[in-house]
């Protein structure tokens, strides 16, 4: 008998078993090979089976994941970047942290003006327009985003005062008095007298007068004013405990208001002492940010501020104090 059998061969088999009569151990071996080759049919039939109803599952899935990518590596001027610009926006709500957030829609402003100077390098006005669009309304919901940093170039350092040079002192000379001969007296016929001058007197030696020293007057340079609209500035900084080993967890704020200091806080530092984090500021605008943390029962506290001339400020070095 065959291995191999179908459904309808098998059944007409079973059929004419019906009216066979046969020995016993004829009818077992028989009976045994019948039901292997059922269990097997069913077997292969049911993995056939399961295949056919996961394949469509698995043709969904990898068709969904090359539009995905196709979607996500759009550029500009492709059909698909308006659907790449709705994912990436919707996936903004997927950052639960302030920070995280401001940090992915500043990559997203990243990307999205670099496309757009690509397209207006390559000459596609139109999309490039569009793109620039869509870089501002991001611009705006991230300038929206960020928090306002406080006004504060009253901290500028002022400059050293400057001297004014000194005159050197002149020498004034004193005129000396000219020699003043005494009268003579007549002679007389009984007695001739000779006349006697007067002693030379010395001249006197020239005094050094020096003028008074003018004060130094302070040149204080005027203190740079902020200029420009708010744009995006990322703020990075360490702070290091008072033993000089990196302080950790410690919390930044930007204002002292607060009744309870580092309670809101903007950042906090890492393991290393590290921290950054995303303001809205103006060109050569002063920013100032504090420290604080509670080791045990002391509070420790710190300063540091810093002009802005770029979009990254790197705070100085700060040691927490008591």
Not at 6 to 28: C, F, K, P
Not at 159 to 183: D, G, H, I, L
Not at 234 to 252: E, F, Q, R, S
Request: glycine fraction near 4%; charged fraction near 20%.
């Amino acid at each position: 008998m065959s291995r191999e059998m179908n459904d309808d061969r098998l059944t007409s088999l079973l059929g004419n078993l019906r009216n066979e009569r046969m020995d016993r151990i004829a009818d077992d071996k028989i009976r045994a090979r019948l039901e292997n080759a059922w269990t097997a049919h069913q077997e292969r039939r049911g993995l056939s089976w399961q295949l056919r109803r996961v394949a469509p599952i698995l043709a969904t899935i990898v068709l969904f994941a090359g539009f995905a990518g196709a979607t996500m590596n759009a550029s500009g001027e492709s059909v698909l970047y308006g659907a790449r610009i709705a994912i990436e926006n919707a996936a903004v709500a997927l950052h639960t942290s302030p920070e995280d957030r401001n940090e992915y829609l500043l990559s997203l402003l990243e990307q999205r003006q670099e496309e757009a100077a690509r397209l207006e390098n390559t000459g596609n006005a139109l999309a490039a327009s569009h793109v620039r669009q869509i870089e501002q309304d991001t611009l705006k919901q991230l300038m929206s985003q960020l928090p306002q940093a406080p006004d504060d170039n009253t901290a500028a350092v002022q400059p050293a005062a400057t001297e004014t040079p000194t005159p050197a002192p002149t020498v004034t000379a004193t005129p000396s008095p000219s020699p003043t001969p005494e009268p003579t007296t007549a002679p007389t016929p009984e007695r001739t007298v000779s006349p006697t001058l007067a002693p030379r007197t010395v001249a006197p030696t020239p005094v050094r007068t020096d003028p008074p020293t003018p004060t130094p007057t302070r040149t204080v340079a005027p203190t740079p004013t902020p200029t420009g609209s708010p744009f995006p500035v990322v703020v990075t900084g360490l702070v290091k405990n008072p033993d000089g080993t990196p302080a950790y967890n410690v919390c930044v704020f930007q204002s002292t208001s607060t009744a309870s200091p580092g309670t809101s806080c903007l950042a906090k530092t890492g393991t290393d002492g590290t921290y950054r984090m995303t303001l809205s500021a103006r060109l050569n605008q002063i920013i100032t940010v504090y420290y604080y943390i509670v080791e045990g029962t002391t509070p420790l506290k710190g300063t540091a501020s810093r002009m802005v001339t770029g979009t990254t400020v790197t705070m100085p070095i700060t040691y927490l104090q008591k």
